[in-house]
C-alpha cells in the first residue's frame, strides 16, 4: 500500500505497547473526523489503484473499496442534521463510483467535495489554537518518527526495511503537494483503520499539531522557503490566500497552485510551513473580509443586483475595513481618509447607478489602497515611538472636545454660585468614564462589537450632544448682557437651577463624555494588540497631563472674566461645537449605512470641525449654523425685552 497511512508506522509500533489509551482512543474516535480522513486517502490514493478504468493496484483498489463502503457507514452512523440526507447519497455515489473504477480525476473531486460538506455539517477543530512549536515538533519527530521514515523524511530509516508496507517518504513533493496540515494532523490523531497506523492521540494537540507541520515542510528546499519569504513580504495579495492559521493548515498546495500557480505555491508552502508565525502575525483579517466583500459586491453589480451589491459594499466597510481603522488612523490616519472616502464614494456610485465600468474602476481603487494599508500595518512598521504618538494625539484629540463642555458647565456653575449642582456635572463625566471602561471590558472579553454598533454610537451620541449643545447655548446667549444676568439672578435667585436642571447637566456631561471615550478604547484596544503596551500607556499618561493643565487653564481663565463675556463666550464655543457635532453625527450614520452618501469633492475633509465632504454632512452643519443664528437672535431679543420690562 503506498498511502499515507505509512504516517509514523514504525515509530507506533514501537511505544504502541506503552500507551494502550492509543487504541482506545482510534475506537472511540469520531466517526465524522474518520470518515473525513478515509475521504482524504481516497482522493489522494485512488489514482494509484485505478487508471483509464482498469485495476493498476489490486491491493490498492480493495482498500479503495474498502474505504469508500467505511465512509458510507461511518456518516450513516452521524447524528441526524438536515445535511445528513444528502451527505449519505454523497457517500453512497462515491461507493458506486470507486465500485465502476471511475475516472481518477472525478472520484478525487467527489471526495474532496463531500469530505468538505461533511466538515461544515459536524464541525471539527480545523487550525491549531495558536502557533505551532516547530522545535517541539523536530523532538517529537526525531524521538518516534526517524527511526522508520528517516532523519530527513525520505522513508529510509533504520527499522524501515522491517515494515512491509515501508513507512512513507514525506520528502516524495508529487505526494506532499495533494496532502493538507490538517490532513496530517488527522492521521496523526486518529490512526488508519486496518493498517498497522496507529492513533497517537496520547500526543497532545498541541504536539500533534507540532508534529504535523514538521513532517508536512520535508518535500521543500530551504530555497524555496527564501523565495516563498520574499514573496510574502512583497506580494500583499498572496496573504489574501492564506490570510490564518486555519486557511493554512487545510489548504493543499494543489489547490493553491490553481489559485497561483507553479513555482510561487510550492514556494509559499516551504516558507509558510516553516515559519506559521508569519501568518498569525498578520495584520488584522478585516482586510481580508474587505477585499473579499468588495469583489463580491462588483460581481453583483455586474450581474445586475443592485440592491445586493450596496448590501456587500456595507458589509466591506462595516466588517472588513472598519474594525482595522482604529489601528491605521493610528498609523496613517490620511491613508485611513483616503480609503474611508473611497468606500463611501463606491456605494455613493452603487446607490445612484453609475455605470459597471465605473464601480470596476473605484474598486480596483480600493483595491490599490488596501495594499498600502496592508504595508502600513504590517508588524514591522510598528515601533514604541508610534504606539505612544498615537496613543497621546488620540487622547488629546477626543479629550479635548469633550473637556471644553464639561470646563464651561463647571465655570457656568461656579459663576452662578450653585456649587451644590457641581456634584450632577462630576457624576456624569465620572460615569461616563466607568462606562467606557466597562465597554472596553466588555468588548475585550465578552462580546465583539460589531462596525455598525460603533458608528451609530457614536453618530448618535454625537447629534444628541449637539441638540443639547444648542439649547445650552441658546440659554447662555440669552444671559450674555448684564441687564438679561441681573434679572435672571433676581427671578432666579432662590432656585437658579432646579433638581431638573441639574439632571439634564448630568445627562449632558455624561453623553458627550461617553461618547469620546467610546471612540477612544476603540483605538487604544486596536494599539494594545499591536504591542509596545509600555509606549503607548507613556502616550496615554502624557495626554492626561496635557488634558488637566488644559482645564486647569480654562478654569483658571474663566475666574477672571467678567460674567457677561463668560456667557458670551462659552456661548460661541458652544455653538461651534454643536456645528461640528452634526457633521460628525451625520457621517457616522452615514457610514453606518442609516443615510445615503452623495460625495462632495469640491470639499476638504476637515475632521477636527467635523467637516466630511458630502452634501448630507454639508447641510446637516449649515442647517444647525442657521438654527443657531436664529435662536441666538431670538433668545437675545427676549432677553434684552425681558430686562427692560
Not at 505497547?17 to 465524522?32: D, G, L, N, V
Not at 518535500?219 to 495579495?237: H, I, K, L, T, V
Not at 456595507?314 to 472616502?341: C, H, N, Q, T, W
Not at 450674555?480 to 439632571?503: C, P, T
Request: charged share 20%.
Amino acid at each position: 500500500m503506498t498511502a499515507l497511512s505509512r504516517l509514523l508506522f514504525a515509530a507506533a509500533i514501537l511505544v504502541v505497547s506503552h500507551f494502550p489509551s492509543a487504541a482506545a482512543a482510534q475506537e472511540t474516535a469520531p466517526s465524522a473526523e474518520v470518515a473525513w480522513r478515509l475521504l482524504d486517502y481516497i482522493a489522494v490514493d485512488y489514482p494509484g489503484a485505478v487508471s483509464a478504468g482498469r485495476i493498476v493496484s489490486p491491493s490498492e483498489y480493495s482498500e479503495m473499496r474498502e474505504f469508500s463502503a467505511s465512509v458510507r457507514g461511518r456518516i450513516h452512523a452521524l447524528p441526524a442534521t438536515a445535511a445528513k440526507p444528502q451527505l449519505v447519497s454523497a457517500a453512497g455515489a462515491l461507493v458506486a463510483a470507486v465500485d465502476d473504477k471511475a475516472d481518477p480525476a472525478a472520484v478525487a473531486q467527489q471526495a474532496r467535495r463531500l469530505a468538505s460538506d461533511l466538515l461544515k455539517a459536524y464541525p471539527v477543530p480545523l487550525a491549531p489554537r495558536q502557533v505551532p512549536d516547530l522545535k517541539r515538533g523536530a523532538a517529537l519527530y526525531a524521538e518516534q518518527c526517524a527511526s522508520c521514515h528517516g532523519v530527513t523524511g525520505h522513508g529510509d530509516g533504520p527499522d524501515a526495511a522491517q515494515l512491509n508496507p515501508p513507512p512513507i517518504a514525506f520528502a516524495d513533493i508529487d505526494r506532499a503537494k495533494q496532502r493538507s496540515l490538517f490532513g496530517l494532523y488527522q492521521v496523526i490523531t486518529q490512526g488508519l483503520d486496518g493498517t498497522a497506523m496507529a492513533s497517537f492521540a496520547h500526543l497532545s494537540s498541541e504536539d500533534r499539531w507540532a508534529l504535523a507541520f514538521h513532517v508536512g515542510g520535508f518535500a521543500y528546499s530551504q530555497e524555496m522557503e527564501r523565495e516563498g519569504s520574499n514573496a510574502w513580504r512583497a506580494r500583499p495579495d498572496l496573504r489574501t490566500r492564506l490570510p490564518d492559521l486555519q486557511a493554512l493548515a487545510q489548504t493543499t498546495p494543489a489547490a493553491l497552485a490553481a489559485q497561483i500557480g507553479e513555482p510561487q505555491a510550492a514556494q509559499l508552502t516551504a516558507y509558510l510551513r516553516r515559519h506559521p508565525e508569519a501568518v498569525a502575525a498578520q495584520p488584522p483579517s478585516g482586510l481580508i473580509v474587505a477585499r473579499r466583500k468588495l469583489g463580491e459586491s462588483l460581481t453583483a453589480y455586474e450581474a445586475g443586483d443592485r440592491k445586493r451589491a450596496e448590501e456587500l459594499a456595507l458589509s466591506a466597510y462595516l466588517d472588513g475595513f472598519e474594525p482595522i481603522e482604529p489601528m491605521l488612523r493610528s498609523r496613517d490616519g490620511a491613508l485611513m481618509a483616503k480609503v474611508e472616502g473611497g468606500m463611501g464614494a463606491l456605494r455613493a456610485s452603487i446607490g445612484r447607478g453609475a455605470p459597471a465600468a465605473e464601480v470596476a474602476a473605484q474598486v480596483r481603487h480600493l483595491e490599490g489602497l488596501f495594499d498600502q494599508v496592508d504595508k502600513t500595518l504590517a508588524p514591522d512598521q510598528a515601533s514604541a515611538a508610534s504606539a505612544f504618538l498615537g496613543a497621546f494625539t488620540i487622547l488629546l484629540r477626543e479629550g479635548v472636545e469633550a473637556l471644553l463642555i464639561v470646563i464651561a458647565m463647571i465655570a457656568f456653575l461656579r459663576k452662578a454660585e450653585r456649587q451644590d449642582v457641581l456634584p450632577y456635572v462630576h457624576a456624569g463625566w465620572v460615569l461616563a468614564l466607568a462606562g467606557g471602561g466597562l465597554t472596553w471590558a466588555a468588548a475585550t472579553y465578552l462580546i465583539s462589537i460589531s462596525g455598525a454598533s460603533r458608528e451609530l454610537t457614536e453618530g448618535f451620541g454625537s447629534l444628541v450632544s449637539a441638540v443639547v449643545l444648542i439649547s445650552v447655548g441658546v440659554w447662555m446667549h440669552g444671559k450674555a448682557q448684564a441687564g438679561a444676568w441681573q434679572a435672571y439672578i433676581r427671578d432666579k435667585l432662590s432656585a437658579a437651577l432646579s433638581k431638573r436642571s441639574a439632571w439634564f447637566l448630568f445627562l449632558l456631561a455624561f453623553v458627550v463624555v461617553y461618547r469620546e471615550v467610546f471612540e477612544t478604547i476603540l483605538f487604544y484596544a486596536a494599539l494594545w494588540s499591536d504591542g509596545a503596551q509600555v509606549a503607548m500607556l507613556a502616550g496615554a499618561a502624557s495626554a492626561v497631563v496635557c488634558l488637566g493643565l488644559i482645564a486647569w487653564a480654562l478654569l483658571s481663565y474663566s475666574k477672571r472674566l467678567p460674567i457677561t463675556q463668560f456667557f458670551a463666550y462659552s456661548s460661541l464655543l458652544i455653538a461651534v461645537l454643536a456645528v461640528i457635532l452634526a457633521g460628525k453625527g451625520v457621517a457616522g450614520l452615514q457610514e453606518a449605512g442609516m443615510l445615503p452618501v452623495r460625495p462632495l469633492t469640491a470639499l476638504p475633509r476637515v475632521e477636527v470641525l467635523g467637516i466630511f465632504p458630502t452634501w448630507e454632512g454639508l447641510v446637516a452643519q449649515l442647517s444647525t449654523l442657521a438654527v443657531v443664528a436664529i435662536a441666538f437672535w431670538a433668545a437675545g431679543r427676549r432677553a434684552r425685552q425681558h430686562a427692560r420690562a
